[in-house]
């Protein structure tokens, strides 16, 4: 049974098996909560130092932070979002150094057809495979996210461990990984040779995977459908946005209670960790979101974490707002002081008092 409670890489650094390990004892406390580009930009404002829609709100800052690193396989200085790749690596050194955690996704290009994530020709998955033509490209794209992932370095010059969510959402139809672009063998297949690359040929081991499903399925055996193993996985999680109206029509919250259940059984049984990796309801317009449908639709799971989706403000293209954390003076906010104030929600304080990377 130790042997198990370990994570699946078996060089993992000291801080990365501590945090596997410990994100396991807090989740019976309680989940963290986490917000997507927390630090670099909020409704209304880009790049102020040290400020949070979340800190401006409760004055914590999120337990868990999402970063994304879409762009790095062509060598961009910025990411998908247009987050500068040297300032991404500040706030994940400065929240890590606070006792904050970090999440890391990759909506990678096409290699197949040098389009974006969301091109899904059929084929792609199978032209990077070992021996396929575009395999050695798919390892040059490799070398940078490592090269990234291990220049992530805490006050003492360790690596920072990171939650990493390649390939997510993988049950989807809309990215080229997803389950109509490829079967469930070559996205195996895909998996592992990534997890083994970046372990074996690149040394990186300050990484805990994320296997990432979208909220489509409704038995353990759905959610199997493409699991790549229990030893090159760490945390069973799934996707899953509030639509329509939370007031009215409580769906959301039984179809998400129901799923982390099965994810939660699951990673009783594998020994892993279980976590509701995105969700979110864009511009909370629903007042009482928190405390009358995210808090329920998590129930009694224990789940390491929750995180919701970035601040982006405007959306100019369509004159939309794009938001699902609260802002100060947003509808929703005095509820989320109340989320907050919630025994088993943790944000970065109590991050900081689980000492998650210690012994």
């Known amino acids: 049974m130790f042997a198990q409670d370990l994570p699946c890489d078996k060089n993992a650094t000291k801080e990365t098996v501590n945090l596997y390990k410990n994100l396991k004892r807090s989740a019976q406390k309680g989940y963290l909560f986490g917000h997507q580009d927390d630090l670099a930009y909020g409704v209304g404002w880009k790049y102020e130092k040290g ?129 109509t672009a490829c079967t469930p063998d070559e996205f195996k297949q895909l998996w592992r040779f990534t997890i083994n690359y970046l372990q074996k040929e690149k040394g990186v081991h300050n990484l805990l995977y994320v296997y990432n499903t979208s909220g489509d399925f409704t038995t353990a055996n759905e959610f199997l459908e493409r699991y790549p193993g229990d030893d090159v996985a760490d945390v069973l999680s799934m996707d899953a946005y509030q639509t329509g109206d939370p007031s009215k029509d409580d769906s959301f919250v039984k179809h998400t209670n129901s799923n982390l259940q099965i994810i939660g059984a699951l990673a009783k049984e594998k020994n892993k960790i279980s976590a509701f990796a995105e969700t979110g309801y864009e511009a909370v317009p629903y007042a009482q979101w928190w405390t009358n449908t995210l808090t329920k639709a ?16 405007l959306m100019k293209e369509n004159g939309r707002m794009h938001y699902y954390a609260p802002y100060k003076g947003q509808v929703s906010a005095d509820d989320f002081m109340n989320f907050y104030k919630m025994k088993n929600t943790l944000f970065e304080k109590d991050a900081k008092k689980e000492k998650l990377y210690n012994n």
């Open 51 to 179: 400020r949070s829609d979340v800190k401006d709100v409760v004055n914590d800052y999120p337990g868990i932070y999402g970063w994304e690193i879409g762009g790095i396989e062509y060598d961009r200085p910025v990411d998908l979002d247009s987050v500068p790749f040297d300032k991404m690596k500040g706030f994940i050194e400065d929240a890590y150094n606070r006792g904050g955690i970090i999440t890391i996704s990759w909506h990678l290009h096409n290699p197949f057809n040098g389009k974006t994530a969301w091109s899904t020709d059929q084929g792609s998955v199978a032209s990077i495979l070992p021996g396929a033509e575009k395999n050695a490209l798919f390892k040059t794209w490799l070398d940078k996210v490592a090269a990234f992932l291990l220049s992530l370095k805490g006050k003492n010059g360790e690596a920072v461990p990171v939650l990493f969510r390649p390939f997510h959402e993988l049950t989807g139809n809309w990215f080229w990984w997803g389950r």
């Open 298 to 313: 998590i129930g009694d799971n224990k789940i390491a974490y929750v995180l919701v989706w970035r601040n982006h403000g």
